[in-house]
């Protein structure tokens, strides 16, 4: 059976590090054995144990330092990956020597926590290079995992600017993509928050229903809406009303409300793109995400289970013969939210 992994990215923020050790978790108690692979040189506080960490081989510390490079945190993360392409046969025989290790000799699981800077997946080479070489060397079968953050969804241009990032990265990579949108537990608390600044700023005079669409806050949509990608000319009217907040600024508000209508357009155009939602401590959300993972690199139909994980079938037959897959997002998540956890804590769902 042949190695399998899943390649974590998303921007600073999103939960990459919560997810892996987070999903390190889940699958070690399905009894699918994995492991973490940091590669991320910035990270210093790791929430698990890296089999494999980067820092061993550059840190951003040491580059950052270095008097005669002189370079920032940014240019410093992308001259350390050029230093660890340098040394990448030596982390393909590290990667070797653990797929010796597994139970058969022959394959693993692997969880790739990579850094946060955006533009090492969508303007420079040196991922797409280093996961080409595991494909082609080690027959590795990869799937990215593309996190965004839940409070992205209140702003409707970080939305359209996080869509864009996900599809560069698809395009990028050119590897089979999972899009989870993370923290969607905490989604809830940020459209609360939002319903309430427009409430306080009513109050004092600075919204009217004349010059804002929405004037109530939160989601103007439901939440598949979001998950579903489609029909992006709907949020173009709050968009208006996003950039009315920049007074003094209507040349600049009118050029990027133009701007980010072709952008949405684009993605709309390409027609990719769409969400999974992640509770990361939520086990029916974990289990609809591994599920879709499995079918993208191909886990689901090896000819046998790595590690023996039988308890991971039981999970899905119990899963899917429940309740639970008919469960409505928007219901579940933002408006009976509070019923839902009361629920699932009553009946040990939640619960890993």
Do not use: H
């Amino acid at each position: 059976m042949p190695p399998y992994g899943q390649i974590v990215i998303g921007p600073p923020g999103a939960g990459k590090s919560t997810y892996c050790l987070g999903m390190n978790q889940f699958l070690n108690s399905i009894g699918r054995n994995s492991l973490v692979v940091n590669l991320d040189p910035a990270n210093d506080k790791l929430p698990y144990k890296a089999t494999i960490d980067i820092r061993d081989i550059v840190t951003l510390e040491e580059i950052m330092s270095d008097e005669n490079l002189k370079l920032g945190p940014n240019g410093g993360l992308i001259y350390a990956m050029e230093i660890f392409e340098d040394a990448l046969d030596y982390f393909i025989n590290e990667v070797k020597d653990l797929i010796k290790l597994s139970m058969d000799g022959q394959s693993t699981y692997i969880i790739f926590d990579c850094p946060g800077q955006i533009e090492l997946f969508t303007d420079n080479p040196v991922f797409n290079k280093i996961f080409t070489r595991l494909v082609k060397e080690l027959d590795f079968r990869m799937c990215v995992v593309s996190l965004i953050d839940s409070i992205n969804l209140i702003t409707p241009s970080q939305y359209i600017s996080s869509l864009l990032l996900t599809l560069r990265s698809m395009l990028q990579m050119d590897l089979p993509q999972v899009n989870v949108i993370s923290k969607i537990d905490l989604l809830k608390g940020y459209v609360d928050a939002d319903k309430l600044d427009k409430a306080e700023r009513r109050k004092r005079g600075e919204l009217s229903s004349e010059d804002d669409n929405d004037n109530e806050g939160g989601l103007p949509f439901n939440l598949q809406y979001y998950t579903e990608v489609q029909d992006l000319e709907y949020l173009v009217p709050y968009l208006q009303t996003e950039n009315n907040r920049r007074i003094g600024t209507e040349y600049f508000n009118s050029k990027y409300e133009k701007l980010t209508t072709l952008i949405a357009e684009l993605i709309e155009d390409f027609g990719l793109i769409s969400y999974q939602v992640l509770s990361i401590e939520d086990k029916n959300s974990m289990i609809n995400l591994l599920s879709l993972i499995d079918k993208s690199n191909g886990y689901c139909f090896g000819t046998n289970e790595l590690g023996g994980d039988s308890i991971w079938s039981d999970a899905i037959r119990q899963s899917s013969m429940g309740f639970l897959e008919d469960i409505d997002i928007q219901e579940r998540w933002i408006d009976e939210k509070e019923k839902w956890d009361d629920l699932f804590e009553g009946v040990g769902i939640k619960q890993q």
